[in-house]
């Protein structure tokens, strides 16, 4: 219901800018949410974009300015007037400006910073030195913390002079040091009598994250205690900001997209939709082009089987179903432990240990019953040899892939890669490569022993 | 920092279960929240979770028993006291209330709701009467809702009166109809002169979901427009409830699991630690059974070129090379229009012949790069014939990967199956036969009409 008005909005968003309708395009940017301006733009050429960026308010210029794909936004940096992107900054909350500015050349992100008055600059420069993945990276300065012998009259009385806090979570308290002490809600407030000491009718039992705690952890955090927002401080407890959950939500949208894309083999920074075809190619092309070498080591490899192959052509059907396999289970594996690793399982004490064996155990199962199927089939399509070749092989194959499949994002976490990589096309070459060594050899071996 | 001391908690909660020392697990447990100690007990045995839910009060057993896995909830269906099951349901809200007593069994469920008293029995039944992944399924019933002649002042003492709602995120008017007409905040409520009447200050334009509206839809509809709740209404704009965004973090991150073990290959309701080696095997099988027996037939596909293969051993070698791009690419478009079919791109009016044209130009430019580099390679390992029939083939399987990946999300749509399936062995095992039959084809092809 509600997303059927979005998409006609949209839809007359995009049709206005190519038609190049400048009066009917602002009247429909002014009643339409950046939001839904920034959707409509993905759809758009560069000059249709240029076109709509022209009739959007300063106000609305950063929020779309903020969700547009990369390409689009270095069009624009060089196409629109540098008057519009430093007037678009300043609409923004500093954990907002500091993610745009972050997006500018060095000599706009000096010349925006300069147009800044003194307290809002020290705050982005503040927020522009966290990692942009950290908790201080995406945390929003500007809450509302009150001094902990506030009462709730003086309290009710700030909020209502602090007007451009949008959205007040909760109500954090402070001492004279900035040293975060407890937490109460708006309904505190309104429930308790106005001559009420904050401090009395305060939580002190605060759920906080340091600055350079990762994103996904904070999400973690935020999810497991159902938090609307979560307080950031440093190592003596000083309040730096909060991480609210609307963020909290972006983030895991993000993460997952960036997942789902890491297991089919694409960038993690990769956009579905924005991209000029020969960069999507190029981005595409790495792990494929890292696939296609790997295969002609591949086929050097198996080129030394020939003396076997010449013997028993047959053995060459049954490669398609080695590496299906292999490479399946090793995918699960190593999906089940990234899973773990996210879900903070293998910090657990003896997490890793108990994943290894269940996966052992798991492992052997599978391979006991795809081994014994596939000895059958095998038999059946080519005989004595080939059949106990195949059904031998599946089974040190199934069994050693989920295994790998483990490991390698463990190992790879240990590195300091992505473990999420190891879902995807790194995983499959991999024991690609293990299957086809190990399902020739044990043929070689079976065609040298056993009477044709 | 906060995360190390919900390991801590959770660890000693496991110890002390698995010690079963009575006395200091209850201390513990009462020092914990549930999310703690549903932490806990995905890592004990079925005789430890019972011995741990025997220590847990009746307020803190409703949450524990809605987050642990399908197989210690049927277990501790049977292994606790009817009594202790009815009173942790009675301490829930209603949409938690709905959602546990939904996996009771017949018997128990009707138990359960002839305990309640008539008004939450309602509120329930109405809940229970929602598909569980829709808008009804998951939204509360519990909302702050006023009638918009309200004033500031009746509002704040019906604050202060209703001592049940535990957050509250907006304020929503409804006309003597229940019909919804605004939405105000808080805030709002202290900044506002007492006898101001609520419909002056609310915001007319609420944006709205239906009952029916898929959760991954509510969930869209939340992050896009930074809601911290969303009103459900019937057409007649009556209001049902509030989706909370608390609720859409949990439906994202569930989605996201749900999702990579669907491109592993495994159940969408796979539980990666929860489940028995047993279970856990027979769920990861079924797709690889698949796979195993599309093996089997590709094989004998494969024995069928058994002449070339007697001509010219070395084709073999580039099986391996021929799947994995195949199915890379494969993965890669299906993977981009699952993103795309998520985000509500496909829907907009030209959205599907787009993505197709561009998958098209993609792999078109991939499959030259890729083309040339393999025909180069496998000319130099197996000669002429073997690197122009890898040469061809690649071009014409990654371009057609390209466009099959593309398709069979949306045709698995069409149809009414998760689209996600297809990014998974779906996908690879179609690609993967249609990529060797070609490749046999042009080898066995150029075999014949090109001198050795």
């Known amino acids: 219901m509600a997303h059927n008005i979005v998409q006609a909005r949209v839809d007359a968003l995009r049709r206005l800018a190519r038609r190049r309708a400048a009066g009917p395009l602002e009247r429909a940017v002014a009643k339409s949410s950046p939001e839904d301006v920034a959707q409509a733009i993905k759809h758009l050429t560069l000059a249709d974009t240029r076109f709509m960026m022209q009739h959007v308010s300063a106000e609305e210029a950063g929020p779309i300015l903020l969700s547009i794909d990369e390409e689009r936004f ?13 007037y678009s900054v300043e609409e923004l909350e500093p954990d907002d400006a500091a993610d745009l500015i972050a997006r500018f050349p060095e000599d706009l992100q000096s010349l925006v910073l300069q147009g800044m008055d003194k307290e809002e600059r020290e705050d982005v420069e503040e927020l522009l030195a966290y990692p942009e993945d950290s908790a201080g990276g995406i945390m929003s300065s500007v809450a509302f913390l009150l001094n902990e012998n506030t009462t709730c009259r003086q309290a009710i009385e700030a909020l209502q002079e602090q ?42 039992d605060v759920i906080t994250v340091g600055p350079q705690t990762d994103q996904e952890e904070v999400a973690r955090i935020v999810a497991h205690y159902d938090l609307l927002a979560v307080p950031v401080c440093d ?41 000029s075809t020969l960069l999507a190619a190029k981005q595409r092309l790495t792990w494929l082009i890292v696939t296609a070498l790997g295969g002609l080591i591949l086929a050097r490899v198996i080129m030394g089987f020939e003396e076997s192959l010449a013997q028993q052509a047959v053995i060459a059907g049954f490669i398609p179903v080695i590496m299906g396999l292999g490479g399946g289970v090793g995918i699960q594996g190593a999906t089940i432990t990234v899973r773990n690793m996210a879900t903070g399982h293998l910090n657990l004490s003896d997490g890793l240990k108990a994943l290894l064996f269940r996966e052992l155990r798991v492992g052997i199962s599978m391979g006991i019953v795809l081994s014994v199927l596939l000895l059958v089939g095998a038999w059946f399509l080519g005989g004595q040899i080939v059949g106990l070749a195949v059904g031998i092989s599946i089974l040190v194959i199934v069994v050693a892939s989920a295994i790998i499949g483990t490991c390698i994002p463990i190992l790879l976490g240990k590195v300091g890669v992505d473990p999420a990589v190891a879902t995807g096309p790194f995983v499959t070459i991999t024991i690609d490569g293990i299957a086809i060594i190990l399902y020739f050899s044990i043929a070689t071996l079976l065609l040298n022993t056993l009477p044709a």
């Open 235 to 275: 190592d003596t407890r000083k309040f730096l900001g909060i991480v609210t959950i609307d963020d909290v939500l972006d983030v895991v949208r993000e993460e997952a997209a960036e997942d789902m894309m890491k297991m089919a083999g694409m960038g993690d920074a990769f956009d579905p939709t924005g991209t």
């Open 163 to 204: 007007g451009d806090i949008e959205m007040v979570f909760y109500l954090y308290l402070v001492n004279e040091s900035d040293q975060l002490t407890g937490v109460t809600s708006l309904r505190q407030l309104l429930i308790n009598p106005p001559n009420k000491v904050l401090r009395e009718l305060a939580n002190p």
């Open 74 to 86: 270095q069009f624009l940096l060089g196409a629109l007037p540098k008057e519009q992107l430093i």
